[in-house]
């Protein structure tokens, strides 16, 4: 529960308001005038002296950014495979992860989560090894993490059989968690995973309710090597025929899709999680079905992938190049309006993972950037989210709640270079 916080003449949605927020969530939204006469009517009750008052003046307030999909550990493999194709880049990264151990995942997840707080993440959807030292890694900091239990056995039975059991361990730990963490199964894919584990998960999350995870259609090879194993299926049909898909279902990439996959997402209700800066920094492809997804009924949402495919976390980033991307490869501005692309970072990713974030509204969770809106990026009368996509960089953010907590303010972080130091070492060694 966080501590009582009144953020004061802060602009929202274009109005200069107060922000109260108290054991965690927005509790009012408020002219400064009314504000007051409602603090008046809580005292004594809450004391004057128990709310910290912070002045916003020159900022503005937006909801945190929900990363859909990333890897948080692989912050400390950036750039150590570049200029290489899907194919030949993944196999290197599986033969690196064999050195992988807990305290890199714990220190890799904790430099992630200092990338993340700076440029606006305030909950990420994680995938890898060591789930509960990257839960550990994402509390400390104060950073909302979805853990997954993560599925890829190759094909092989005992390390089918090993996943499992690992899989409904943290499963029924999960019960118990009372922090903000959320639990979900994560399949890494249909080319990697045998068809024994894909339906295991697919009903093992449906008869627990749970989210199931996956890479989908991510490179034009995944497809034609699918559709060759599975009589002409593509992943999305194949997956369907195994009734994986629903709209508890997180699909990373969703990028080689046939007309056919797009309505069977949009029928499932599919979360489709775009990631522009791996799929382009890979070659993998760039033409994400934005327009057709969304008619189609699929919710979607933005992700940037781990560091050592997209290079970084910053949502900013991610908004401004899938946005762009996608109006150049349609030869239509008018492409995946700004509205909607800001949707795809907060509150879509809110709806799949069925939390109480993702928009400032009284009762939501108070996860909230503050903005410095005094620089030349905001200097044009400009709307505030034309000139925060297009113009600004990430640095424009200042402070960071989450959960009611201050996790950046002013730009520091608790605790930034000694995270930075160990994670110095653990590189070190892991290079030797």
């Not at 995870?213 to 090597?225: A, C, F, G, I, R």
């Not at 593509?234 to 969703?254: C, F, K, M, N």
């Not at 509150?347 to 410095?372: F, Q, Y």
Request: hydrophobic share 40%; aromatic share 8%.
């Amino acid at each position: 529960m966080g501590s009582s916080i009144l953020l004061k003449d802060i602009t929202v949605e274009g109005r200069t308001s107060d922000i109260l927020i108290r054991g965690g969530l927005i509790e009012k939204i408020l002219p400064h005038k009314n504000m007051l006469d409602y603090l008046q009517k809580l005292s004594p009750a809450i004391p004057q002296k128990d709310i910290r008052n912070v002045d916003c003046t020159g900022r503005t307030a937006m909801p945190g950014f929900i990363n859909m999909h990333t890897h948080a550990a692989m912050s400390m493999m950036r750039g150590m495979q570049e200029d290489m194709v899907f194919n030949d880049w993944i196999k290197s990264i599986w033969e690196a992860e064999k050195n992988v151990d807990e305290d890199y995942v714990y220190w890799g997840t904790q430099v992630a989560a200092l990338e993340m707080i700076r440029t606006g993440t305030t909950t990420f959807n994680d995938m890898y090894w060591f789930p509960r030292k990257a839960m550990k890694a994402a509390e400390s900091m104060g950073i909302r993490p979805v853990i997954s239990s993560v599925i890829l056995d190759g094909g092989d039975r005992k390390t089918a059989a090993r996943q499992k059991l690992q899989c409904e361990r943290l499963y029924r730990s999960s019960l118990q968690w009372k922090g903000d963490a959320v639990f979900v199964v994560g399949v890494h894919a249909v080319y990697s995973v045998s068809e024994e584990m894909l339906l295991w998960a697919s009903e093992f999350t449906k008869e627990n309710g749970l989210l199931l995870q996956v890479h989908l259609s991510e490179t034009l090879k995944e497809v034609n090597d699918c559709k060759a194993a599975h009589g002409g299926l593509t992943p999305v049909q194949y997956l369907d025929r195994l009734g994986a898909l629903s709209e508890r279902t997180i699909a990373a990439h969703s990028l080689w899709l046939s007309p056919s996959d797009v309505s069977i997402l949009g029928e499932r209700k599919v979360n489709c999680v775009h990631c522009i800066g791996s799929n382009t920094k890979l070659s993998a492809g760039y033409k994400f079905l934005f327009n057709e997804l969304r008619d189609a009924g699929a919710n979607i949402c933005l992700g940037t992938d781990g560091c050592a495919s997209a290079g970084n976390l910053d949502m900013m980033e991610a908004m401004k190049t899938s946005a762009i991307v996608q109006k150049a490869w349609r030869g239509d501005p008018m492409s995946w309006p700004l509205k909607e692309l800001i949707d795809c970072a907060t509150v879509n990713g809110a709806k799949a993972l069925r939390l109480n974030t993702g928009s400032l509204e009284e009762g939501k969770a108070a996860d909230i950037l503050i903005i410095n809106t005094d620089s030349p990026f905001f200097l044009s009368p400009a709307p505030f989210l034309t000139n925060l996509v297009y113009s600004a960089h990430s640095d424009c953010i200042e402070s960071v709640i989450i959960g009611g907590k201050f996790v950046m303010k002013d730009r520091k972080i608790r605790s930034e270079k000694k995270v930075i130091e160990h994670a110095r070492s653990i590189i070190k060694r892991y290079m030797n």
